[in-house]
C-alpha cells in the first residue's frame, strides 16, 4: 500500500480488509483516488470555491470554440487515426520546432493521446518492465505515484532540497542497476520550479551514463513568469532518442477537459508508445483533435498575453495568501502557489477541511504531493477569474 492515503472527505471507499473481495486484492488497492480531484468534488459539496483542481473557469479561445462546432458540424465525428489525425501531427511537428527548437516526424515520432495525462499513463507502460525503478523528484504531481504503481515501476522519490533546485548528489545515489526512467516536470506543480539548463546537463549526464530514459511533462511551458526560460530537456545533446515529452492543449488553450495531450519521442520509443496507446484509449476526441489545430494556428500576441494574464492572477493570489498569514513565495512557472502552514497549528488534511468546510475555500494538501511527509503544506491554483481569486482571498481573510 505504497501510495495509500487516507483522502480527505469520506468519499474514498475502503478496499481493505472484511471487503468482498479482500482476498483478491488488486494493483488498484495501492493507491487513492486523486485527492485534487477529489477537493473539487468537496468544494462543489460545501459550495467552495475551488483553488484546488489546476483548471480555468474562465473560457477558452473563440477560435478554438469555433473550430470545435465546425469540425462536429463537419462530420469529424469517427476515429481520427489512432496516434492523432495527420494534420494535427503536422502542426504540432512545426509548432514544436519553432518554440522548443525539436524535431519530430509528424508519421514516427508523434503521438496524440488523451490528455498528458494519458501520454505519461501510456509512455510508463511502454518503457518499463515491472521491477524497473524510477527516479521521481518530490514533491511530485500526484498522478506519477499510481502511474507508477500501474505500471509496476517502483519509485525512487529523490527530495528537491529547499529551493526546490537538484541535489545532485541524492539524484546520483539514487540510481541503481534497476534504474530505467526519470519523470520530470519543469516548469514544476506544485513548487513553480523551472529546472535551468545546468540542472538539465546534469539530468542529461546522468541518463547518458546509466543509459536511462526521461519523461519530461511540460504541460506548463508557456506559464512562465519574470523573463524566465523553460527548456526542453529533449534539446539537450544526447537525449532525443532517449527523452518523451509530453505537452497537452489543456492548461495553454485552457480546455483541460478536452482531454487532448501528446507524447513527442524518437521512433523507436514512439513505436512502443503507439501501441500502448492504440489499446488503451484507440484515440483522441476527433472534432477536438480538429479544434486543437486552430489552437496552434493562434499568433505568438496569444502565448504572450497567457502568460501575462497569469502573472497578474500570480500576485492577486499571493498577495491575498500573506495577508492571510500563509508563508509562501511567488512561483517561477505553473500556476499554484505552495504555501507553508506550519503557522496555524493544523496538519495538511485538518486544515483543508477546515478552509473547504469553514471558510469556503478549497485547496489541496501538502501531502498529495509526497510519498511521505508534506503536512505543513497547501497547493492553491490561480488559474480562475480575477473576481474568483479576489473573493477567495477576501475569505481567506478570516483566519487572519
Ligand atoms: N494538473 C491539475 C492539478 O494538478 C489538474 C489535474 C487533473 O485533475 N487532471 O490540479
Same mark, same amino acid.
Given at each position: 500500500m505504497k501510495h495509500a492515503r487516507s483522502g480527505i472527505g469520506k468519499i474514498q471507499k475502503a478496499t481493505g480488509a472484511?471487503? $468482498?473481495f479482500s482476498a483478491h486484492p488488486s494493483r488498484a488497492d495501492t493507491f487513492t483516488e486523486s485527492v485534487i480531484r477529489e477537493m473539487t468534488r468537496l468544494a462543489l459539496a460545501h459550495n467552495a470555491i475551488n $483553488?484546488?483542481?489546476?483548471?480555468?473557469d474562465f473560457p477558452c479561445p473563440g477560435e478554438l470554440k469555433i473550430a470545435a462546432s465546425e469540425a462536429v458540424r463537419n462530420d469529424h465525428n469517427q476515429y481520427a487515426i489512432t496516434w492523432g489525425a495527420k494534420n494535427l501531427r503536422d502542426a504540432l511537428s512545426v509548432r514544436v520546432k519553432k518554440f522548443n527548437g525539436m524535431d519530430f516526424d +509528424?508519421? /514516427?515520432?508523434i503521438t496524440v493521446t488523451c490528455g498528458s495525462t494519458e501520454a505519461m499513463m501510456a509512455s510508463m507502460l511502454a518503457i518499463i518492465r515491472p521491477g524497473d525503478e524510477v527516479i521521481v523528484p518530490e514533491p511530485f504531481y500526484e498522478n506519477y505515484g499510481p502511474d507508477a504503481e500501474i505500471s509496476g515501476a517502483v519509485p525512487k522519490y529523490v527530495p528537491l532540497a529547499g529551493d526546490f533546485s537538484i541535489d545532485e548528489e541524492a539524484w546520483k545515489k539514487a540510481v541503481t542497476r534497476k534504474t530505467r526512467a526519470i519523470i520530470l516536470n519543469t +516548469?514544476?506543480?506544485? /513548487?513553480?520550479k523551472i529546472f535551468t539548463k545546468s540542472e538539465l546537463s546534469f539530468i542529461r549526464d546522468l541518463c547518458v551514463e546509466n543509459n536511462l530514459v526521461a519523461l519530461t511533462d511540460e504541460i506548463y511551458e508557456h506559464i512562465v513568469y519574470d523573463g524566465k526560460k523553460h527548456i526542453s530537456l529533449g534539446l539537450l545533446d544526447g537525449m532525443e532518442d532517449r527523452t518523451v515529452t509530453i505537452g497537452s492543449f489543456s492548461k495553454t488553450y485552457s480546455v483541460t477537459g478536452w482531454r487532448v495531450g501528446y507524447a513527442l519521442a524518437g521512433e523507436e520509443l514512439t513505436a512502443r508508445i503507439r501501441k500502448i496507446h492504440d489499446f488503451l /484509449?484507440?484515440?483522441? +476526441?476527433a472534432p477536438l483533435q480538429q479544434a486543437a489545430v486552430a489552437a496552434l494556428a493562434l499568433p505568438d500576441s496569444y502565448y504572450h498575453g497567457l502568460a501575462e494574464e497569469y502573472d497578474r492572477k500570480r500576485h492577486i493570489l499571493f498577495d491575498g495568501l500573506k495577508k492571510a498569514g500563509f508563508s509562501c513565495e511567488l512561483p517561477d512557472g505553473a500556476y499554484y502557489i505552495f504555501t507553508?502552514?506550519?503557522?496555524?497549528?493544523?496538519n495538511d488534511v485538518e486544515f483543508a477541511r477546515h478552509l473547504v468546510e469553514k471558510i469556503g475555500v478549497a485547496a489541496v494538501p501538502g501531502s498529495s504531493f509526497y510519498h511521505k511527509g508534506g503536512e505543513t503544506k497547501l497547493r492553491f491554483t490561480f488559474s480562475k477569474k480575477d473576481e474568483t481569486l479576489h473573493d477567495a482571498c477576501t475569505r481567506l481573510e478570516k483566519l487572519s
Open positions: 472484511g471487503s $468482498l $483553488l484546488a483542481q489546476g483548471f480555468p +509528424p508519421e /514516427t515520432e +516548469p514544476n506543480n506544485p /513548487t513553480g /484509449t484507440v484515440g483522441a +476526441p507553508d502552514i506550519a503557522s496555524f497549528g493544523k
